[in-house]
């Protein structure tokens, strides 16, 4: 099983990366989040989640492990490819992505290409749990640190995180400021 690869890129589309490493070169889905930030001069490091099937064997690569984590966790959901996640990785990133699990909010996630009401309403139930490990580390420990700060308070936990995560502010003191004008 590939879990990385490093190479030369032979040719970048939006959503497909020709990747040429040790004389073999794989053709890799990514998402138009991770198609934006790569530079095609340059030799590349991408993790990769690769699926295979009765007809095929493809590469899913991701410049951060947060999307990876992201893709992973909706590949699991029943009636959900690796096309619909690969269409969720390029709408949103794994911070947003939570967020909008965290609040519900099922229009967001129906923005999606390819999904609909009853896929959105599976998602939502599916990944109710979707852990804050998904997000990248200053938010995640901006978010912790509020966390651990408003139930120090005495808030409920579970009440805290969800409105934390409907917060809009990314640093400690901006977090606990809005979440503490929500729970009043």
């Given amino acids: 099983m590939i879990v990385g690869i ?27 989040n991770c198609s934006s930030k790569i530079d095609s001069s340059k030799p590349i490091s991408l993790h990769i989640t690769q699926i295979i099937k009765e007809d095929s064997d493809n590469l899913y690569g991701f410049l951060d492990l947060d999307e990876k984590f992201m893709f992973d966790r909706v590949i699991k959901i029943n009636g959900v490819g690796p096309s619909t996640a690969m ?3 390029s709408t949103f990133t794994p911070s ?28 939502l139930v599916e990944l109710s749990d979707f852990s804050l490990d998904s997000l990248s580390s200053n938010e ?5 640190e509020a966390l651990q700060a408003l139930e120090s308070l005495g808030f409920n936990k579970e009440k805290v995180k969800k409105i934390l995560l409907a917060c809009k502010s990314s640093d400690t003191a901006s977090l606990i400021k809005e979440a503490l004008k929500k729970l009043s």
């Fill in 87 to 89: 269409a969720i990785c």
């Fill in 6 to 32: 490093e190479g030369e890129i032979v040719k970048k589309e939006p959503t497909l990366l020709y990747l040429k490493a040790h004389g073999i070169t794989r053709l890799i889905h990514i998402s138009l």
């Fill in 140 to 144: 995640s420990k901006s978010f912790n």
């Fill in 96 to 123: 947003v992505f939570a967020k909008a699990l965290a609040s519900n909010d099922i229009g967001s996630i129906k923005m999606v290409p390819g999904i609909g009401p009853k896929s959105a309403k599976r998602i």
